[in-house]
């Protein structure tokens, strides 16, 4: 399991906890930075420039259809691609005597301490070694992981033991394994998932983190990710499993949880003075109403990791090849386990104690674990098969142990839908029971208890919380708030909002109609918008927009992004040119390029065509995608100081131009940038609409020409060239003035 060198300033840890009505008022907070999403987005050309302002705004996404499983039994055949997957005919018996099942197989019984086992890999989309290379295995000197290997033997390992399961969670790198997988593969996948033994957590295509996050780019990975899976294999995650992120936030409870169709949100990671009080208060899980704006938004909680602040295996029982070094149990004789299976019951019954439920989840696996699976589930057959025979030999004193509360230990293979099924079920009983209470003793009914937060254990009624703010900022020990990341790599994190912008305005332009009233052809144009949207999926990760990625990954993650820009890029150009020109006008602005470096005030089409005093007409294209109208300013870069004529564009009645003058750059000391800006005031633009303007330069002379349009266009009365010039004057008592010719400022020194 990881560790971040994060720290900054910060306050406490979470807390927040009480019994309260679920209409108690959340506190929201956000410590990411504070990067707005609507970035402006430049396409400019000698003959047109596109400047596109963008609000990254949520739609119902896509419907899938319902994709069958469509098994076909085609172990059998003859593959392409070596593989260790072994046909379902041929399945081997575990290494443990069957007692009854050992999948899924809880029991109801107040006296019974059922033990979900749930075996589990975590792997980081990008953290110290890039995508690829986790994925492949290349640069063991860094870290020893290959998803490949860890898929190639989980698949194999399940379908030698079909009591065996496994949960994941990352489609990421599911969908890379999946690609390279031939046809015998993926149906032995679809019937692993069809009979419970794979089962998917989260979904997306990555573990996103919930602080630095915009929440447009969590709904889009997990978008990408679930679509896939229902695609691939017609299932959709039903339970959020966030167990790496450094703190967890209101907007990850309501909406990207309950919103999102999710039964209930395990994660690892909260304040370890909050820890503290919940493992003394059995408070380790519960109920979460984040938002007073969904009063129908509250979901089931609970920490992994034993109830222990992490997401691994209890200690001395990491069974992990090459993750861990705890000892074996193949080779141990019955006085051997019977001290391991001795420190195992101690452990659990400590987890026992942080719970009111009869129930808990053991998290078996961490980061990269399970790259020789066989050796896991040796292991974990092993374990679970003694623990059940000691008790049919009456060898535990599963009574004295574990008194008051139980007198049987249930432990079988589980997964995150069966522990939270079993989580309801326990829930929807308690309900009943306090439903018969209330109707022999109304008074109850004014006691003010949440509905379906009360539970039973051991015949003793109890009571879970409701939590109404969030886990942040997350904090591991005195003074070791993980917080700096809220900024780290602030480059990083505006190519991300800009890249999230950029995408949000693609979409929208690429589903206009053209001018001869043809839609865009989606095969055209998926693959690119793929490759962008698999970028932006991957720095969603809780590694990369964070910033707490190596540097040579943290550069992977942006490569990917430009990459995945400049493929849009295209496409949108294309688009951009059918929408005002059709078909036959697109040679017409064939120099049609973006503008990516605004903020730079670099913008190569508009600074190469105003190098000379007599320029070629620009033409700007300034897009809206809010949902509402606005106005803004657009400043485009230009090599040559003046005046200049910018009048609005449009075919209908004739509309007037004013003279703009071109003001200073910020950044004309930057290589690259332009020395000059040109001001354009966009007036009210409509909603998810554009309008185009017109751009001469004029020089000294103040004529005003007169343009076409729709709208008679006069922004504010533009000032003289020569006054926007600052110059600045410091005085012997150290003042300083600085005047423009229109404002003078004194700096007292």
């Keep these: 399991m990881k560790k971040h060198t994060a720290y900054g300033g910060g306050g406490g840890g979470g807390g927040g906890d009480e019994e309260i009505p679920m209409t108690a008022f959340p506190r929201r907070t956000r410590p990411a930075s504070s990067i707005r999403a609507n970035e402006l987005l ?95 295995g290349w640069n063991e000197t860094i870290q020893r992981a290959s998803v490949e290997n860890i898929l190639d033997s989980i698949v194999a390992s399940l379908l030698e033991n079909e009591d065996r399961t496994f949960t994941y969670v990352e489609s990421k790198f599911f969908s890379m394994w999946w690609a390279r997988q031939n046809d015998a593969v993926r149906d032995a996948v679809r019937y692993l998932v069809a009979n419970k033994q794979l089962s998917f957590t989260n979904g997306g295509w990555c573990m996103h983190d919930e602080a630095a996050t915009h929440f447009m780019g969590m709904i889009d990975q997990t978008t990408l990710g679930h679509s896939f899976l229902k695609r691939e294999l017609g299932v959709v995650p039903t339970v959020g499993w966030q167990l790496d992120p450094f703190g967890h936030s209101a907007t990850q409870a309501s909406v990207m949880t309950s919103k999102m169709g999710f039964d209930a949100l395990y994660f690892g990671r909260i304040d370890y003075q909050d820890l503290a009080v919940r493992q003394l208060e059995k408070r380790c ?185 969030d886990f942040l900022p997350y904090s591991d020990q005195e003074h070791g708030f993980w917080t700096g990341y809220f900024t780290s790599r602030a480059s990083l994190k505006r190519q991300e909002r800009l890249g999230s912008a950029f995408l949000l305005a693609a979409r929208q332009i690429e589903s206009l109609v053209d001018v001869d009233g043809k839609a865009s052809d989606p095969q055209q144009s998926s693959e690119a918008f793929h490759e962008l949207e698999d970028a932006i999926g991957v720095l969603q990760h809780h590694d990369g927009v964070s910033g707490t990625a190596k540097q040579h990954v943290s550069n992977d993650y942006s490569r990917r992004l430009q990459s995945g820009i400049d493929s849009v890029r295209v496409v949108t150009t294309k688009k951009l040119r059918r929408l005002f020109l059709g078909e036959d006008g697109s040679d ?142 410091y005085s012997d008592n150290g003042d300083v003035e600085a005047s423009n010719g229109l404002i003078q400022v004194l700096f007292d020194g």
């Design 42 to 136: 430049v396409l400019v050309s000698i003959s047109l420039a596109i400047v596109a302002t963008v609000l990254v705004a949520y739609s119902d996404g896509w419907h899938l259809s319902e994709v069958p499983l469509g098994l076909s039994r085609k172990w059998m055949e003859p593959s392409t691609r070596q593989s260790t997957i072994l046909p379902h005919s041929s399945t081997k018996e575990s290494t443990q005597n069957k007692l009854g099942s050992n999948k899924m197989a809880e029991t109801s019984s107040p006296r019974v301490l059922n033990v979900h086992v749930v075996p589990h890999t975590h792997d980081d989309v990008g953290w110290l070694k890039t995508v690829e290379q986790y994925y492949f």
């Design 285 to 469: 899980e519960g109920l979460w109403n984040a938002s007073k704006n969904f009063p129908d938004s509250s979901i089931f909680w609970g920490l992994t990791g034993s109830f222990r602040g992490n997401y691994g295996s209890p200690s001395h029982f990491c069974f992990d090849k090459l993750g861990c070094n705890d000892p074996s149990l193949l080779a141990m004789n019955n006085s051997m386990l019977m001290d391991s299976v001795g420190d195992f019951l101690r452990q659990l019954r400590v987890q026992s104690d942080r719970t009111p439920s009869n129930h808990v989840m053991l998290t078996m696996g961490s980061d990269f674990q399970y790259q020789r699976a066989s050796y896991n589930f040796a292991n974990l057959d092993k374990l679970i098969g003694t623990i059940k025979r000691f008790q049919e030999w009456n060898m535990l004193d599963i009574p004295s142990l574990f008194a008051p509360r139980f007198d049987t230990v249930n432990i079988f293979y589980s997964s995150p839908e069966y522990y939270t099924k079993c989580k309801h079920k326990e829930l929807s009983k308690s309900r009943e029971q306090r439903n018969f209470d209330t109707a022999s003793a109304k008074n109850v009914a004014s006691e003010g208890i949440v509905s379906g937060d009360t539970g039973f254990a051991g015949g003793d009624e109890v009571q879970y919380g409701v939590k109404t703010d």
């Design 588 to 729: 017409d602005v064939s120099d049609l390029s973006l503008c990516q470096l605004l903020n730079e005030t670099v913008c190569s089409v508009s600074q190469n065509a105003t190098m000379q005093p007599k320029t070629p007409t620009l033409y700007v294209v300034v897009y809206n995608g809010l949902g509402q109208p606005q106005s803004s300013v657009v400043f485009l870069p230009i090599s040559h100081a003046g005046s200049y004529t910018v009048g609005k564009l449009e075919d209908s009645t004739n509309g007037t131009a004013t003279v703009v003058a071109s003001m200073p750059s910020p950044h004309h000391i930057t290589v690259g940038a332009a020395k000059y800006v040109l001001p354009i005031y966009t007036g009210v633009l409509p909603a998810l609409g554009a309008s185009v303007f017109k751009v001469d330069f004029l020089g000294d002379s103040g004529r005003v020409g007169s343009f076409r349009g729709r709208d008679k266009f006069m922004p504010p009365a533009s000032i003289d060239a020569d006054l926007a010039r600052m110059t600045l004057h």
